[in-house]
């Protein structure tokens, strides 16, 4: 069942099972993205210059949009129409259809993503975050090397790298050192793997180098917030991935430029002496885990 009615803007949430017609403005986005696993679906008509496409650009992060396209030749011919919508770096484009299902639509927004690493980097980028090409690269690197990694011991020696000087590099560019990203991404597998499967939690867990379905709750919990079972109900890696990067800017992981892009509210660009020297001791924990 779809319940669009004639709405062109629709959200999709747990527990997929409809269409609701989207009518609200940017605060109303806002509260949609606070509903874990959600998708706005946009179905495009016919105008050159859709009335949508300003609002889905202040879409927040972690609110998945799906866009299905209107009639071949509405579109084709409007290259200008193309690249607005890769701007908008939809999770999916789906051919045009008058009705769509939500559990079809509820299938493209559980789909692994091709290429997990070159995923990540992209939505940093969407989500305003800008780096070199070798950040970009060693970022990349360290989402590929996860699934096979676990330690950034093994992490340093693949990138012919010493421990220290990379932990040094991801804090001199203001980031959340490596051990982080390594944990959030073999646990970003896990949540893909959960999420397209009917495996047990233990046996996903043990497929990424974990002892036990345990293990990888406690660990889920900690770094997203959320459990095994949630995160297989709630489809979507991105809104995982984005309350890794709040939870990330709010303990002092990200320099305050780039922390305000993510964090609830905004953080002070000076810090008061003691939260100060608990970042730095969080951080350099971090760097010698």
């Not at 998708?39 to 859709?50: C, F, N, R, S, T």
């Not at 922390?259 to 951080?283: E, I, M, Q, V, Y």
Request: a positive charge; one cysteine or more; hydrophobic letters at 40%.
């Amino acid at each position: 069942m779809s319940g669009h009615g004639a709405s062109s803007l629709n959200l999709l949430a747990h527990p997929y099972q409809r269409l609701e017609p989207f009518t609200g403005g940017r605060a109303e986005l806002k509260a949609a993205a606070r509903c874990q696993g959600s998708a706005i679906v946009w179905l495009m008509g016919k105008a050159a210059d859709p009335p949508e496409l300003h609002l889905l650009r202040s879409r927040p992060g972690g609110l998945s949009l799906l866009t299905v396209l209107p009639r071949s030749p509405d579109i084709l011919g409007n290259p200008a129409l193309i690249q607005a919508i890769q701007r908008l770096r939809p999770n999916g484009i789906l051919p045009h259809h008058e009705e769509p299902r939500a559990a079809e639509l509820a299938h493209v927004l559980r789909r692994p993503p091709l290429d997990l690493a070159m995923e990540v980097t992209d939505y940093l980028e969407w989500r305003g975050l800008r780096f070199d090409h070798d950040t970009v690269r060693l970022i990349r690197r360290i989402v590929e090397l996860s699934e096979s990694l676990r330690s950034v011991t093994g992490l340093a020696r693949s990138m012919y790298m010493s421990r220290r000087a990379l932990g040094r590099r991801f804090m001199t560019l203001g980031l959340p050192v490596p051990s982080h990203w390594l944990q959030m991404a073999r646990l970003l597998r896990v949540v893909i793997r959960l999420q397209n499967s009917d495996d047990s939690v233990f046996s996903v867990a043990c497929g990424q180098g974990y002892p036990d379905g345990f293990s990888v709750s406690n660990q889920m919990h900690r770094l997203f917030g959320c459990r095994p079972t949630e995160v297989r109900e709630r489809l979507g890696w991105e809104w995982v991935f984005e309350e890794w990067l709040r939870r990330e800017a709010e303990a002092g992981a990200f320099a305050p430029a780039n922390a305000d892009k993510f964090s609830g509210t905004p953080l002070p660009r000076t810090a008061p002496p003691a939260l100060r020297k608990r970042t730095r001791a969080r951080r350099r924990d971090a760097l010698q885990a």
